[in-house]
């Protein structure tokens, strides 16, 4: 697709909704989700495409009870960024456990304290 590929009459570009690219599918994936979805999204919003992205994701539940919410990132993929980061900043925010929250901000679920990144 090239950076002009804007349909005609339109004046904007098209929206493109990336799917969460979990990876839960086999025995031994069971529980780990993949960046893929998330990397996709970054690289059609930045330049020069700077495409609208919505990201969606596929668990049915209506609060993930059964996912955590956000961005984590593993060992694999910690290390490539420990290894070309040029910024020096910090790379991540630690976290001690994982809580759930309900829709109106209350905390509804907290795992026992772990010591992980």
Known sequence: MSSDSVPAGTTT??????????????????????LGGVCTALALKAPPYKHRIPILERNPSPLLHSQGAGIVAGGDTLSVFKRDDRCGRQLAVSSSRRQYISKAGDVVHTDKPWCRT
């Open 13 to 34: 570009r098209p929206d493109i909704i990336v799917v969460g690219a979990s990876r839960q599918d086999t025995e031994q994936h069971l529980g780990r989700d993949s």
